[in-house]
Structures are given as structure tokens and as C-alpha cells.
């Protein structure tokens, strides 16, 4: 339903804002606007989208826990996607989520509302449990010496 409700009301805004900015500076001005915006937003995008990967590169080399990255990723991206988009109000939010302050109140905001219900990771080395999916089994090596050459036999020649 807020998907729907978006869709209708974010256009008219941008329609509503093209018609009272392009009465009061002209249209050609506007459309200038418009596309420097759009310039000017296509670098901020790239330069925060390169610091948010090597965030992220960072938090992955250190085993730290990832989500305020991918957030921050997840973010820019959605602003690069409202920059290009022509318009002075969808260039407000997408200028808006360019700035680390808006982007972590954002995520604290989201982080909020949801709810995880669990998450755990297992060490490398650390003995698994138990459970219905748990199928076990022998196995032994063979020396390579006493490897046999040529075909296996469970496939046709």
C-alpha cells in the first residue's frame, strides 16, 4: 500500500516542484539545474560508493560484523538511483542520503524496527552439533601410490 501511495504522490510533488521553480527562474535554467544535479550527484555517488566498499573490505578483513557497511552500500546506491532520477525533490533525498549523518540516523531508525531473529556464526575448527541433517560417516586415505590410473569406471568411454 506505501508502495502505491509513493508512486502517485512522488510524482505529482516533482511535477508541482518543475512548475514553481521553472515559473520563477525559467525553464531553461530548471532543465540546467536538473542535469548538473544529476552530474554533480554521479561523482558524489561514486567517490561515497568507493568508501563505503573499502569499509566493508575492511570490516570483512577484520571479521567484524558487516551491516552498517552494507547498509551504507545499500543506501548510496538507492541515492545514486534517486539522483539520476530528474527531479528536485527525489535530488533532495538522494543528496540527503550522500551525508554519513543522514545514513547512520537512517540506520539506527531501521535497526529499530527490525527484528532479527537470530544469527550465529561458527568458528573454523569448532565442533559441529548434532542434528537431523548430520550424516556421518569413515573415510581413509589412500596413498597416492595406490591411486588408481585411468578411468574410474562410474562413467562411460
Excluded: C
Excluded at 540546467?32 to 566493508?56: C, D, E, K, P
Excluded at 541515492?79 to 525533490?89: D, Q, R, S, Y
Aim: neutral net charge; proline residues 9%.
Amino acid at each position: 500500500m506505501w508502495l502505491l501511495i509513493a508512486f502517485i504522490l512522488v510524482p505529482l510533488i516533482e511535477i508541482g516542484l518543475f512548475i514553481q521553480v521553472g515559473g520563477v527562474i525559467g525553464l531553461w535554467p530548471t532543465l540546467l539545474i536538473v542535469l548538473l544535479t544529476a552530474v554533480l550527484g554521479t561523482w558524489l555517488v561514486r567517490a561515497q560508493g568507493a568508501l563505503a566498499m573499502s569499509q566493508l573490505r575492511g570490516s570483512f578483513s577484520q571479521q567484524t560484523d558487516p551491516t552498517e557497511p552494507l547498509a551504507h552500500g545499500a543506501m548510496i546506491l538507492i541515492a545514486g538511483v534517486l539522483l539520476l532520477t530528474p527531479g528536485f525533490f527525489t535530488d533532495a533525498l538522494g543528496f540527503a542520503l550522500l551525508t554519513p549523518p543522514f545514513r547512520r540516523a537512517a540506520f539506527a531508525y531501521l535497526r529499530k524496527r527490525v527484528n532479527v531473529q537470530s544469527f550465529s556464526t561458527t568458528p573454523q575448527g569448532a565442533p559441529r552439533t548434532r542434528g537431523p541433517t548430520t550424516i556421518e560417516g569413515d573415510y581413509h586415505e589412500i596413498p597416492p601410490e595406490d591411486t588408481p590410473r585411468g578411468p574410474s569406471g562410474w562413467t562411460r568411454d
